[in-house]
């Protein structure tokens, strides 16, 4: 071994911040060396592959081994060693050579190819090693690893003692990139906060609370203590626009896990190419694109809430992947193979029948027993018009104040003519609708008139006091419901998506739409 070439390799990956990369170069660096046949390095990481793990019965904590992070040379027969995969990819600690130089932290050299300290004398022999050493990675008091180098000629205690001060150097700058790795994840983990807070204020830009003192709301409301207190997985019920995600969140923040994160996946807006990386993440060079890694929504609300909206649109050969994570709270990033934990509470939500969804065989059955735990089922607008004065009166005291504009009153005409609508968009159409009357109000009369325009008025007419108490039928209301969606696509000209699309029309998300539309049995356009 020569000193000088042995101070040039430190000197080169003093400046690297890749953990891999400074392990990657220490092994291609030692194997350039004269004579050397092999040069490996092992890292101390917690137990991955107890259950398969060849040498299980030696280790038993199970806490933690060693991990063959790098390896470099060849055989005699020009074989690469530079897997990590092989027999000796775990070692225990306190068992054979590399184990007890890392629980000793004592380096240990053999200079006799007739030893008996050889685990494997036959390699030797075949190979012609004659020699090896083995040094404890050691910083600040932290065993990291062991250093380990098989050569083909003979190393003494000169050779020893200089491997002994470069795996000093080496301890070092591993312990230095692993900070800048973990400072580099945190600032990836506080982006990837931001960028999802950022998506929450704008969504935010909703109405932020429950509002409505109707009877049937407030069947539902009453429970939510109840289901707060308990860690069980919910699933809530409702149209598109009742206000699924607000209760989510109502239950979310009157659990214990209330100062953790709450976060919302739309199950119906993940790419099926994309799924795996957005539930579970992904690690750099995973796939093309993944230019570094990325935590999953699942690691982003570790220790909260989990809300996976819009459920039933999660394609059925996907939904094995989520379950797993349900059953047993573990995952795998893309592109990694350790098995990670995760903590969370998962809160889901459709518009959709899921049990005619099971009965389909477009949803899993053990899938929609897990999630249908603690079922919630929001009432649609139509079924508490009483609170939809309340809510009106809501939404333009918002809406003017996010556009910094006089709230303009909402007269008793008009209250009685929106409890008219049957709202097949719900509260979420009704918030349209507010908006929209507020803009072309100008701060002095809500222009309901105009905004109200092209919906038809469903209900009695106002001029009609005895129909303030009729009271629909669930047929009447969904046929009303099916036939103001027909008229929309008609005035659309069958179109669902886009600028003056039905969607846009009803107040609804586009695949809630055409969810509907399968709910109603109405034909798919066939240009949409």
Known sequence: MHLEALQDLALRISGERDVEAVLRQIVAGLVRQSGVALARVWVVKPGDICRSCRVRALCPDQTSCLHLAASAGSSLSGESWCRTDGDFCRMPLAHFKV??????RAGLLIADPQSEQWARAD???????????????VFRDETLGVLAVFRREPLDQQDFRWLRMFADQAAAVIANA???????RLRQQLESHN?????????ALDFGSIVGRSQALHRVLRQVDDVAAAESTVLILGESGTGKELLAKEIHERSRRAHKPFVRVNC??????????????????????????????????????????????????????????????EYER??????RKVDVRVIAATNQNLVEEVRARRFREDLFYRLNVVPLALPPLRARTEDIPLLATHAIAQVSKRLRMPAPPLAQDDATRLQHYDWPGNVRELQNVIERAVILSKGVRLRLDIALADLPVTGPSASDPAGADVVLTDRECRARERANVVKALERTNGRIYGAGGAAELLGLNPTTLASRLRALKIAMPKHH
Do not use: C
């Not at 692993?178 to 580099?184: G, I, P």
């Open 334 to 339: 893309v592109g990694e193979d350790v098995t």
């Open 268 to 329: 119906s807006a993940l790419p099926r190419e994309m799924f795996e990386s957005e539930f579970f993440g992904h690690v750099r060079g995973a796939f093309t694109g993944a230019l570094r890694d990325r935590p999953g929504r699942f690691q982003i609300a570790n220790g909260g809430t989990i809300f996976l909206d819009e459920i039933g649109d999660l394609p059925l050969e996907l939904q094995p992947k989520l379950l797993r994570v349900l059953q047993e709270g």
């Open 195 to 203: 960028a999802y807070l950022k998506e929450e204020v704008d969504a």
């Open 123 to 137: 390699w030797v022999k075949a190979e012609h090693i004659t020699s090896f050493v083995g040094q404890p990675l």
């Open 99 to 104: 184990g007890r130089i890392a629980s000793d």
């Open 178 to 184: 692993r900070a800048f790795s973990e400072l580099d």
